[in-house]
């Protein structure tokens, strides 16, 4: 057999993270055709800013009483990266659920983030010395900033990422910046940094074919009761499962499903 093994979670969050790249992208495009349109270089006097943004505001009816030009960009970023962090949560609650060894999260402390609970439970704390970890963390506590209140941890994840992402292969984007001064190039730098980070996870913790043979007995019980006169639909049903949920396709395994 072909190990082509990946959680369904994983490939949830790659479509998930996929839509999301399209709308941001369109989003940026506008966010820098209006920039240019309402102040088409950076001498252009405020009374000129807002008269722009007035006919513009009543050529497509929408009012808009101010907009700071300066802040805008850094402003519609930061909810990008509060969206794209909500979903990596989501993805890690689904993984919670999908890998028997991780458990109801009762075993979580009180300080310990999600990913780290999970990296723990795992045996996999190697991972958080990888730059990916450090990425996800700096705009994780980006976003803590934003949404709750001052976060003096983000200074050590800024200087960890400024000092090895110079040879790393982000080194292309301009990223990441302060709070303030946050660009498109942040939220490519994040949306990477989960991708690689989450294919990681799905290659190094791997569910045993005891573990993927229990997983569809259990839950799937009531499905596959239903078809217990009837052998072909019930295998079929299994091969089908195993794929959804695995991507994988073993008679071996289907068999053992079929035991009792």
Do not use: W
Request: with cysteine; proline share 1%; net charge positive.
């Amino acid at each position: 057999m072909e190990n082509n093994f990946r959680f369904k979670c994983y490939k949830n969050l790659k479509t998930t993270l996929g839509e999301i790249d399209a709308i941001v992208e369109s989003i940026e495009l506008a966010t820098r055709e209006f920039i240019s349109t309402v102040s088409p270089d950076i001498s252009t006097s405020k009374e000129t800013i807002q008269k722009n943004i007035t006919e513009l505001s009543e050529k497509h009816v929408i009012k808009v009483n101010y907009v700071d030009i300066k802040k805008l960009e850094s402003r519609v970023m930061i909810l990008h990266i509060i969206n794209v962090y909500e979903r990596f949560e989501k993805y890690l609650e689904e993984l919670i659920e999908e890998h028997p060894d991780l458990g109801d999260k009762k075993s979580k402390q009180q300080e310990e983030t999600i990913l780290d609970y999970i990296l723990r439970k795992l045996n996999k704390g190697s991972l958080k010395s990888t730059l990916d970890y450090s990425i996800i963390n700096h705009y994780r506590l980006v976003r803590n900033i934003f949404v709750h209140s001052s976060d003096k941890k983000i200074t050590k994840y800024e200087n960890k990422i400024a000092d090895t992402i110079k040879n790393s292969d982000y080194k292309i984007l301009k990223a990441p910046n302060n709070i303030t001064t946050l660009v498109f190039d942040d939220f490519i730098l994040f949306t990477r940094a989960i991708k690689n980070f989450a294919k990681s996870i799905n290659q190094h913790c791997q569910l045993s074919d005891e573990q993927m043979v229990m997983a569809i007995k259990e839950n799937y019980k009531a499905k596959l009761a239903k078809l217990s006169n009837n052998i072909k639909r019930k295998e079929c049903l299994i091969t089908q499962l195993l794929k959804i949920d695995y991507n994988i396709l073993d008679a071996k395994l289907v068999e053992q499903v079929l035991k009792d």
